[in-house]
């Protein structure tokens, strides 16, 4: 049996892989936010650090992935932004064997996905329907809100749980032993590799005992290298997707392959090609189909011409033909004028007269078609014919047919100018396709989330020490409480309301310089640089010094230590750069926004602008340095337009890592 699978949705045995390897990361985060792309819903997690978006395909798939699309904002994902925000996923679970995912949350709340066709996403608390993300109804169960869920029946069991004569009989009521696998709820493509691999043909249709033992072992060997693998594969034909798999496949040995460090990188890999084609369509699309228009413009154009071709070619030939004959036809001419206006003859008389001329084989009379009662006389001669009026004599003749050549002429001109303005509108466009098609064509993606990516931070340009710094009173005393270790430093302004600053591991490795940087962000980020300071002083000391417990009959604010010994650094200027460092990585690029002092910025950011304490409001700030990283992205990185520009420069992450009033120094 010759295959020609492509995948399209994961299988039975797929999903029970990634429900097992999943269950002990995504238990425990938090939903963050929900999106959604076509019919495809993202579940943005907190709490996870890698590949933070869920992603939900009633149908198709289920994997975690790091890709950011342009969202929709619709009636579906805001029901389900209401439902899931901000709950503690409990448990994942696989139902039985089936393409049908369960994500619990603490407090009851039950999210199901089914990657089946005609499969929805379903809200269910108490077995009963909140929100979906399709309704309708099926012959044995219906998606409705206020209606009990109800999976679909007869799911497939675990073949690793079938005893020996279930597994048998499996196989043995089926048409062949293709189809008794996918019974088995393997799906197409294991079905056909179990078939590869024991080198038995796909209609085989007899199945023994022997058999049946044989295909057990080699069912239970493929599913346990599915669960071991730490790896991901994807098989390729003529440079296109067409199958992914967490292990090597013996039926796709002849193809090319992309290896991946997990199987849920190939899945998302897979199926972000689909979605980078159809994004890659919606952009020439529509330019496409103006070429198609062009190109059926031009046909008619060209058709056109060899039609004005023939004709003014066909009426040269006449006017050759009249002067060639000259005599003959101005002889005829002269005859039927005499008849007409001299003798009097009506035309049926001259006619008849005509008729036996060309008995006689008079020449004049035998290059006469016919004669109509409005005078037209219509002549043929070598099988070209013409019509004249009596009363004309030849040059008038030719002299008509040659206005006629010229007019058509004219026309002809006009119509070759159109074609080669349509030829040249049709090279435009050849080159706006080769120009779009040449271009990257990027999806974004998140940045793998550090645990000081909810601070601010950056990292110094002598020692590549890590600063981490508060944002308010709450973040200052989760740095401090949770964070900070014995090797690290604490800094701070010398003025009360600002941020704490850790060195990590800064008590050994800090030098001057690392110390005059971290000194510089806590003085930056204090109420000194609200209040228009260039320069104030600040401390440091280490864990060991500071205390969280105040005297008795005193209190200590959210984010206030006791300090019992500190070292002092002596005027320390504020000056703070915001850079943004872009990373590339095939078609998939990620941006961040970080500030640090000027003097480390350089190995933290592609571009950045230096600020210093001043008049500017804060927002007119951010939006002049998202214009100077918007216009730097456009220029520098290939294939970038405006519109991604505007995705990867998010204003919010600028606005809150500006302390406040500013003037720059550096944008364009």
Not at 25 to 38: E, S
Not at 154 to 178: H, Q, V
Not at 248 to 256: E, F, M, Q, R
Not at 320 to 349: C, F, M, P, T
């Amino acid at each position: 049996m010759e295959w020609n699978y492509v995948d399209v949705r994961l299988s039975s045995v797929e999903i029970a892989k990634l429900v097992n390897d999943y269950r002990k990361i995504l238990v425990g985060a938090y939903v963050a936010n929900v999106y959604q792309l076509g019919n495809t819903f993202y579940l943005k997690l907190r709490g996870i650090s890698d590949r933070r978006f869920l992603v939900l395909h009633p149908e198709y798939r289920f994997n975690l992935s790091d890709k950011v699309f342009e969202w929709s904002n619709t009636p579906t994902v805001r029901i389900l932004r209401k439902y899931l925000r901000n709950r503690r996923i409990a448990s994942l679970e696989q139902h039985y064997f089936d393409r049908i995912i369960s994500i619990r949350f603490d407090d009851g709340l039950e999210l199901i996905c089914e990657i089946i066709p005609r499969g929805a996403l379903v809200v269910v608390k108490d077995g009963v329907i909140l929100a979906a993300s399709r309704y309708q109804k099926m012959k044995d169960r219906e998606i409705k809100v206020g209606v009990k869920y109800e999976y679909p029946p007869n799911p497939p069991r675990d073949p690793l749980k079938l005893s020996d004569d279930e597994f048998e009989e499996m196989l043995r009521k089926a048409r062949s032993l293709y189809h008794g696998l996918m019974r088995l709820g393997l799906g197409p493509k294991y079905s056909l590799e179990i078939c590869k691999r024991e080198n038995l043909p796909c209609e085989q249709s007899e199945v023994d005992t022997d058999l049946a033992i044989r295909i057990r072992k080699a069912v239970r060997k493929l599913i346990s290298e599915i669960f071991d693998s730490k790896m991901g594969v994807v098989y390729l034909r003529e440079n296109k997707p067409i199958l992914f798999s967490p292990i090597p496949l013996s039926l796709a040995s002849n193809c090319d392959k992309l290896e991946f460090n997990s199987f849920d990188e190939a899945i998302d890999f897979y199926f972000s090609h689909s979605i980078m084609k159809s994004i890659e369509e919606q952009m020439i699309g529509p330019i496409d189909s103006k070429r198609k228009e062009l190109l059926k413009i031009i046909e008619r154009q060209k058709a056109s011409i060899s039609d004005l071709e023939a004709k003014i070619e066909k009426l040269k030939k006449v006017v050759e033909l009249i002067y060639d004959n000259y005599l003959q036809i101005d002889s005829a001419l002269r005859a039927i004028r005499k008849a007409k206006d001299v003798d009097g003859l009506d035309w049926d008389e001259i006619r008849e007269k005509i008729e036996l001329a060309k008995g006689r084989g008079i020449k004049e009379a035998l290059i006469i078609k016919s004669v109509q009662d409005d005078g037209t006389i219509s002549f043929q001669i070598d099988k070209v014919s013409f019509s004249a009026n009596y009363r004309e004599n030849v040059n008038e003749i030719a002299s008509r047919i040659y206005e006629r050549i010229k007019k058509l002429e004219e026309k002809l001109s006009g119509a070759k100018q159109a074609l080669e303005e349509s030829l040249r509108e049709l090279e435009k466009i050849d080159r706006i396709l080769e120009e779009e098609e040449a271009k990257p064509k990027y999806i974004i993606v998140e940045p793998r989330y550090e645990w000081y990516y909810g601070f601010r931070w950056f990292r110094t340009s002598k020692n590549n020490l890590l600063v981490v710094a508060g944002k308010d009173a709450q973040t200052n005393d989760t740095l401090l409480r949770k964070y900070l270790e014995d090797s690290d430093l604490v800094l701070h302004a010398e003025i009360p309301g600002g941020a704490v600053v850790i060195v990590k591991h800064g008590k050994k490795i800090a030098e001057k310089e690392d110390l005059e940087e971290a000194a510089m962000y806590a003085a930056s980020y204090s109420k000194a640089w609200r209040e228009g300071i260039t320069a104030v002083d600040v401390f440091y000391t280490d864990k060991k010094n500071i205390s969280f417990s105040p005297p008795s009959g005193t209190y200590l604010k959210k984010g206030a230590f006791i300090v019992y010994k500190k070292e002092l650094l002596k005027n320390i200027g504020l000056k703070l750069a915001i850079g943004m460092k872009i990373t590339i990585n095939n078609n998939f690029v990620s941006s961040q926004i970080v500030a640090a002092p000027p003097s480390a910025i350089d190995t933290l950011a592609d571009y950045y602008c230096i600020l210093h304490p001043g008049k500017m409001d804060k927002s007119q700030i951010a939006k002049m340095i998202r214009l100077y990283f918007i216009n730097k992205l456009i220029c520098k990185l290939p294939g970038c337009d405006k519109h991604l520009a505007a995705k990867l420069v998010r204003i919010e992450k600028i606005a809150e890592l500006i302390p406040g009033p500013s003037e720059i120094e550096c944008v364009e």
